[in-house]
Nanobody
Framework: QVHVVESGGGLVQAGGSLRLACVASGQPFSKYSAAWYRQAPGKEREFVAAINWSDSTTYYADSVKGRFTISRDNAKNAVYLQMNSLKPEDTAIYHC??????????WGQGTQVTVSS
């Protein structure tokens, strides 16, 4: 069992930056791939970024490429999402998950990001 908790959300002006953190407990995060998703009001949850457990290969949605960076610190059991050049359309609840690659995916409760224009 893995417990995932996100933090770092908040209110920021367009063009600003935020760094989200996702901390796992219960199992070493190094054994899991991790991903960030987001869900805006009235919209479905969408993929934002992911990082492999094995070689830290990263993947990004086209909408965030060049602005967001996902990284991991296995010593701290954490995954981060650095978000730069934020836009109002980035406003959403951001969720992190830990994926064991065998069918088990653990989700956190999310952290709110609001970007004002």
């Amino acid at each position: 069992q893995v417990h995932v908790v996100e933090s770092g959300g908040g209110l920021v002006q367009a063009g600003g930056s935020l760094r989200l953190a996702c901390v796992a407990s219960g199992q070493p995060f190094s054994k899991y791939s991790a991903a960030w998703y987001r869900q805006a009001p009235g919209k479905e949850r969408e993929f934002v970024a992911a990082i492999n457990w094995s070689d830290s290969t990263t993947y990004y949605a086209d909408s965030v490429k060049g602005r967001f960076t996902i990284s991991r610190d296995n010593a701290k059991n954490a995954v981060y999402l650095q978000m730069n050049s934020l836009k109002p359309e980035d406003t959403a609840i951001y969720h992190c998950n830990a994926d064991d690659g065998l069918g088990l995916v653990y989700w956190g409760q999310g952290t709110q990001v609001t970007v004002s224009s």
